[in-house]
Every structure is written in structure tokens, then in C-alpha cells.
């Protein structure tokens, strides 16, 4: 069973509109944590967000911001005021600590910002 | 600032040639991952350790090696490159916890000719 769900591919969203990428986790480990990663077409990987799963609060990091809702397994992404230079690709993971604190990706979203 | 560095960051090379991707991190990191991607899709997990001499393969099966010899000095060594091994490598490093980012090299772009 997929760990990580991205159900959305593709998603196009004019420049200065606020975005929401979706993303569900599936584990029954009481200790995890879910990352957000931006790559761009020249391939790194940045490190976005992190959520823990005993965090009360949804994280929030400038422009981002994590919707934790723990009971529907969920953690979407929502980027505030989109830039042209938000276009790329957009990865969740989770990193439990049963399965040995391995990194496990979602098959990710590419946002595109239209001027 | 991470600071995790990975050479060569284009290589491409003919069938039969063996290639070794290099990976060091000056964070003390004891933890150190390899991830394979294809243009597009998701990373997928092929090998990583957890300090010195400890080394255990990833989700992904691949036919790469890797050496942990030292704490900041994470090699990937394919004995005799193919085609299908054509891919980008992602090395990264992180400290204990669940809560730790992995911190991510810039990617080896690997083409087999």
C-alpha cells in the first residue's frame, strides 16, 4: 500500500493566488514526520515544511504552511501569494521511526504559476 | 546551511563502465541516504547508513554498492554500467529523529550510452 498519496499531477494557478497541494499518509507508527519538498526543474531538492505527529500547531514557515489534520491522515501543502518562481515540482514524505527513520516520498505535483 | 556535496553532477558514460557517484557532507551527519529518480517521478530509497561501516539497501533494488568507510564520505559504486541505469542519484544526510530533514546533494545526472 502506497504510504504517501499526491493525487493531484499537474496543477496550473495564477501568479499571486494562494495554492493547496494535497497529500494523505497512511502508518500506524504514533511516531512520525512529514516533510515537503520543492524541486525545480534544475533538480535539487529544497526542504519546505516539516509537521511532527505530536505537533498541536499547523506548522508555518513564510509563504508556507502545513493543514495537519491528524485524523484523516492528511498534510497538505498551501502556498500563499504564488510567485512565477514557485513553478516545480512538489514531493510530501514521512519519516516514521519503526521503519528505521527512512525517508519515504509521495510521486509529487508539478505547479506551474501562469503570469 | 547544508552543506552535502555531490560530483560529478552530469556524467555520461558508455555500456560496461564502472562509475563511482561520490557523496560528502561536512555536517557530522551520521545518517546518510541514496535515492534514485527518474525525469519527474518520485525518489526512491536504494541505499543508506547509519554510521560507519554500516550499509543496508533501500526499498528500490538496484545493482549499485556503497561504502561508509568515513562519517562524511558516502560513495555509489556501479561495476558495470547499462542503459537502464540511466537516472538521476540523490545523496542526502540527516541526524537521528524523525523530525530531522534530509538534507540533499545537488544530484548526479547519470546517462548510459
Known amino acids: 500500500a502506497q504510504k504517501i498519496t499526491q493525487t493531484q499531477p499537474g496543477m496550473f494557478v495564477q501568479e499571486k493566488e494562494a495554492v493547496t497541494l494535497d497529500c494523505t499518509y497512511d502508518?500506524?507508527?504514533?511516531?512520525?514526520?512529514l516533510f515537503w519538498y520543492k524541486q525545480p526543474s534544475s533538480g535539487e531538492m529544497i526542504f519546505l515544511i516539516y509537521q511532527g505527529s505530536y505537533d498541536q500547531q499547523n506548522a508555518t514557515e513564510g509563504r508556507y504552511s502545513l493543514n495537519f489534520q491528524k485524523a484523516r491522515k492528511s498534510a497538505n501543502l498551501v502556498i500563499s501569494a504564488s510567485q512565477l518562481g514557485d513553478s516545480a515540482m512538489y514531493f510530501c514524505a514521512m519519516r516514521e521511526g519503526r521503519s528505521g527513520e527512512k525517508l519515504t516520498f509521495g510521486t509529487g505535483t508539478r505547479l506551474t504559476i501562469i503570469p | 546551511e547544508a552543506d552535502i556535496y555531490q560530483t560529478p553532477r552530469y556524467l555520461v558514460i558508455g555500456t560496461g563502465k564502472k562509475i563511482t557517484l561520490e557523496c560528502s557532507q561536512t555536517m557530522g551527519h551520521d545518517k546518510m541516504y541514496w535515492y534514485q529518480q527518474d525525469p519527474g517521478m518520485e525518489l526512491h530509497l536504494i541505499h543508506y547508513?547509519?554510521?560507519?561501516?554500516?550499509?543496508e539497501k533501500g526499498d528500490l533494488s538496484s545493482e549499485s554498492t556503497v561504502s561508509r568507510i568515513r562519517t562524511e564520505h558516502f560513495p555509489l559504486t556501479l561495476e558495470s554500467a547499462r542503459p537502464s541505469h540511466t537516472s538521476q542519484y540523490l545523496c542526502?544526510?540527516?541526524?537521528?529523529?524523525?523530525?530531522?530533514?534530509?538534507?540533499f546533494g545537488n544530484g548526479t545526472r547519470l546517462t548510459v550510452t
Open positions: 502508518t500506524s507508527d504514533p511516531s512520525y514526520g
Open positions: 542526502a544526510s540527516s541526524e537521528y529523529g524523525v523530525n530531522s530533514p534530509l538534507h
Open positions: 547508513s547509519y554510521g560507519v561501516n554500516s550499509t
